[in-house]
């Protein structure tokens, strides 16, 4: 590794230790494990395909095989947490794993090594440029990323899955209060990459370092992702220094119910949106009412499921001045509650719940229930969110749902990726330009060669020769 300017360094603001000792740090520095995953990155896309899905499928196994010694590391958090009481119950929710947990991210890991073939090399466009001069553009992967996370330790085999199949080093940085938990889960993701020899390709930054030092590493990291709390994430994204940051900062999602609404699919979809995890970032934080339907038993029944569900009601200012009694307005329309509370609120129609979305949103996840396909299709082309769903819970707003195997985070950005995460969000691409001798100036005004232009079918094999391309179009 080259060493950088110590002077340059320090005016940037970065830790470089102390100028009066030659007392070396026990452990490697995250710029250290930063440098090894990029190259241990290069050496995953050596590998074959196979290969990578080897790798994937031996960390499921071992999420299984090892379940009981990663549920006792888990149980030493929980019991932490617990004992200092300084996480809300939703962060407790969060960084507790179960057999059914470790089982559903065994399985999405499986699904992320069946598609792993699909990811690296992977033609997107193929062009004649003249005779004897043909371009293409690949998939590669984007370099090394970070990923920073609160609470949730099952993000961790998610997201490494997910950078090794797509060939990138990771860095990761879990939060303390989940430090037993990630420590074993990154021993069974370097026993799996021992497999190929690339164990540096993913690390754990266990050094003390804070994260907005990690963020001053724009010369060894390419992005990050902030996995956590609205607070945590905002941070990340004003304190990062050069690197793009991928994420979302709140997940406050709406059901909207319009008149159309078929009663019993609309009780079961507000309650799977509300109740299934409350914690979610794609839980329901609003339900929007059409106003047709306040005096009705859909209305009602409703807000009394609500109530059974131990769902705390926040209305907002329009149901709040029709209910003589009732609790008192919410404080906001633009708040992700993240437990059993949701703030109700009634429109007048599409437009007005489209403009209620729009305004005080956060463009994560909204849902309308309707029978209704022409309002169907208004809403879905009119709310501007990463996920618009009809007809069914905010709750399928997720990677391993969506068949992505597991996401490395949801993004509500409107470059790059949007939506669930998945693999094809940690790709970028590359142009491969094969000539047989060409220079530009055989091309210019009274040259030997002319431009064709000549857009060519993809292929399959994403390595096809030259005297391939060539045969083809003989």
């Known amino acids: 590794m080259s060493q950088q300017p110590v002077i340059s360094n320090v005016v940037n603001g970065k830790k470089v230790g102390t100028f009066f000792t030659e007392a070396k740090p026990a452990g490697l520095s995250s710029d250290q494990q930063a440098f090894r995953a990029r190259e241990g990155g290069r050496k ?64 999405g890991l499986k699904q992320i090594a069946g598609t792993s073939h699909e990811n690296i090399g992977r033609v997107l466009k193929r062009t004649k440029i003249a005779e004897g001069l043909f371009l293409k553009q690949v998939t590669v992967p984007i370099g090394v990323l970070m990923v920073i996370f609160e609470s949730r330790p099952d993000c961790l085999p998610q997201v490494a899955a997910l950078a090794i199949g797509s060939g990138n080093g990771l860095l990761l940085k879990g939060g303390k209060e989940a430090m037993q938990t990630n420590k074993y889960l990154q021993s069974l993701v370097t026993e799996a990459l021992e497999l190929h020899g690339c164990a540096d390709a993913v690390a754990l930054v266990s050094s003390r370092e804070e994260v907005s030092d990690l963020l001053k590493l724009n010369d060894l990291i390419d992005l990050i992702v902030p996995r956590g709390s609205k607070e945590m994430i905002q941070n990340i994204q004003e304190q990062s220094q050069g690197i793009p940051v991928l994420g979302h900062s709140e997940g406050i999602c709406h059901v909207y119910l319009d008149i159309d609404a078929d009663p019993d699919m609309a009780l079961e979809i507000v309650r799977d949106s509300k109740c299934d995890y ?96 022409e309002s169907a299709n208004s809403f879905l082309k009119s709310v501007d969110s990463a996920s618009v769903f009809h007809n069914c819970s905010t709750r399928f707003a997720d990677g391993y749902r969506f068949g992505l195997g597991a996401e490395v985070g949801i993004s509500t950005t409107r470059i790059h990726s949007r939506g669930p995460v998945g693999v094809e969000g940690l790709l970028t691409a590359k142009w491969i330009l094969q000539g047989s001798g060409d220079c530009v100036q055989q091309y210019a005004e009274g040259g030997t060669k002319h431009y064709v232009h000549e857009k060519l079918p993809i292929i399959e094999d994403a390595s096809s020769s030259e005297e391939e391309i060539t045969s083809e179009q003989s």
């Open 44 to 107: 995953l896309q050596t590998l074959t395909a196979d290969q990578r899905a080897e790798i994937i499928n031996k960390l499921a196994d071992l999420l299984l095989e090892r379940r009981e010694s990663i549920l006792a590391a888990n149980k030493m958090d929980l019991d932490s947490a617990k004992l200092e009481g300084n996480l809300s119950s939703a962060m407790i929710a969060r960084l507790s794993l179960d057999r059914s947990k470790l089982q559903n991210l065994a399985n």
């Open 278 to 373: 409350p914690a979610a970032c794609n839980s329901m934080e609003t339900l929007l009412i059409h106003k047709g339907l306040r005096r009705t038993p859909l209305f009602d029944n409703v807000l009394e499921m609500l109530a059974l569900e131990q769902v705390k009601i926040h209305p907002g200012q329009r149901l709040s001045r029709s209910l003589k009694f009732g609790p008192s307005q919410a404080q906001s329309m633009s708040i992700e509650y993240g437990g059993l509370e949701c703030g109700v609120e009634i429109v007048d129609d599409i437009k007005g719940a489209v403009n209620h979305i729009n305004k005080y949103g956060s463009a994560h996840t909204d849902v309308i229930v309707t029978e209704n396909e």
